[in-house]
């Protein structure tokens, strides 16, 4: 098995966790350095105990009080739930979410270094050779005619705002629609499931890809399907009134911009509130 990588969010110290005991506070930690990219630990409790470097009892203890209510957690989903019980082991509850803003984070600083480091291999114009007589190969082709400074300031400060602001997406990039069809299927599990990919629905898949830079990985989507999924309204529980008792979302009132904007934003809003 590879090295997983978690990254710890500093504001762990300021949550109720901190104030529980140093078993369980060593064993939380242990969970969130052991879990696979699904948020799943697989151990039985005395291995939790050598994981987390505890006692038996203390990582009994521990394993209680995560999967226990919490009334003072920031976290209302799940009642402040840390962990639930899986088939030989535990998931922790708010992994994809975590995830999903360290995978946004890291985009931005990649884009950040790219802009950096690209920044500096265009040579400034005092660099470049002069177009000359003297020196032929420099001469352009096709000689543009003089612009004034009005004209050549906004030309420059279009160029910066461009290189500022994106980082290169690769030409062509392939929209994985059957994966995210896959991950819908996988988490709203009481909403019909998507069997047909046409037309439409790959249309309505694109434009919710293209949106947005953040959307361009089928980790996104997978974060999304399982927020959507803790959400009774969208993951079909309910309760529906006034009329729309039938009514129950859908893969394509779900792919919908205004939907993906919202679900997203409350979820980056709950996090920095836990942060």
């Not at 009481?190 to 047909?196: A, T």
């Amino acid at each position: 098995m590879s090295d997983n990588y978690t990254k710890l969010f500093s504001s762990i110290t300021e949550s109720t966790v901190w104030g529980e005991p140093y078993g369980t506070r060593l064993v939380w930690i242990a969970f969130l350095a052991k879990c696979n990219k699904h948020g799943e630990v697989y151990a039985a409790v005395p291995g939790v105990a050598r994981m987390a470097n505890v006692t038996l009892e203390e990582a009994d203890a521990a394993i209680t009080a995560l999967l226990s209510p919490d009334k003072w957690s920031r976290t209302p989903d799940n009642e402040g739930r840390r962990i639930e019980a899986i088939d030989g082991g535990w998931r922790i509850l708010n992994h994809s979410k975590f995830d999903a803003i360290r995978g946004s984070e890291e985009r931005a600083a990649y884009k950040r270094e790219w802009d950096r480091k690209n920044r500096g291999n265009r040579p400034s114009a005092k660099d470049r050779p002069p177009t000359t007589p003297d020196n032929p190969d420099s001469k352009p082709t096709n000689p543009t005619p003089p612009v004034s400074s009005q004209q050549s300031g906004k030309k420059e400060a279009k160029a910066c705002a461009s290189s500022t602001d994106e980082a290169p997406q690769p030409r062509n990039q392939p929209i994985p629609y059957q994966a995210i069809a896959d991950a819908f299927n996988r988490n709203m599990e009481k909403l019909p499931k998507v069997r047909e990919l046409n037309a439409k629905r790959k249309t309505m898949i694109r434009t919710a890809w293209q949106e947005n830079a953040e959307r361009r990985t089928p980790e996104f989507w997978t974060a999304y399907f399982e927020e959507c999924a803790s959400d009774s309204f969208l993951n079909g529980s309910g309760p529906y009134k006034n009329g729309h008792e039938n009514w129950r979302p859908s893969f394509d009132y779900l792919l919908k911009g205004d939907v993906v904007t919202r679900v997203f934003e409350k979820a980056l809003d709950r996090m920095e509130r836990e942060g």
